[in-house]
């Protein structure tokens, strides 16, 4: 499943209640909030993301905000490897690039990762030119 979320501003809870077990592709074109960072990094562990991608403004805050949403699930103490987010920030990369990385290199190694979200944090909505993008990679 290939679901996409137009984030033109902060709202509450931008991921989608029918994904687990998912890739996340996270594209950042507007300045975003660290409060609101950290909240949607945590809705993102809570609803079961395996892997985050962060790409643009602030981008390895991101990764870092994935981290600590992360160890904070798991009070900061083991976890079951089947559970663990893998990260990567991507600055420098083009937009191609990071979609790219997304379709072909985020494996995990205990889960198929076949579902991707994209929270799209940008001020006109692209959604289109994304999946073109990504099926095309």
Do not use: Q
Not at 21 to 39: A, P, S
């Amino acid at each position: 499943m290939f679901s996409y979320v137009f984030l033109p501003t902060d709202v509450p809870e931008p991921v989608p209640k029918d994904m687990t077990k998912f890739k996340c592709l996270i594209l950042i074109e507007r300045e975003v909030g660290g409060d609101y960072r950290y909240e949607v990094c945590k809705a993102l562990v809570k609803a079961g993301c395996l892997y985050a991608l962060a790409w643009g403004i602030d981008c390895s805050a991101w990764d870092d905000s994935v981290d600590w949403a992360f160890l904070e699930a798991h009070n900061f103490g083991d976890y079951p490897e089947d559970k663990f987010v893998r990260t990567t920030w991507h600055e420098g990369e083009t937009l191609e690039e990071v979609v790219e990385f997304a379709r072909h290199c985020t494996d995990h190694s205990e889960v198929k990762l076949e579902d991707v979200l994209v929270l799209d944090f940008v001020h006109h909505e692209r959604s289109g030119l994304i999946k073109k993008l990504y099926f095309a990679a």
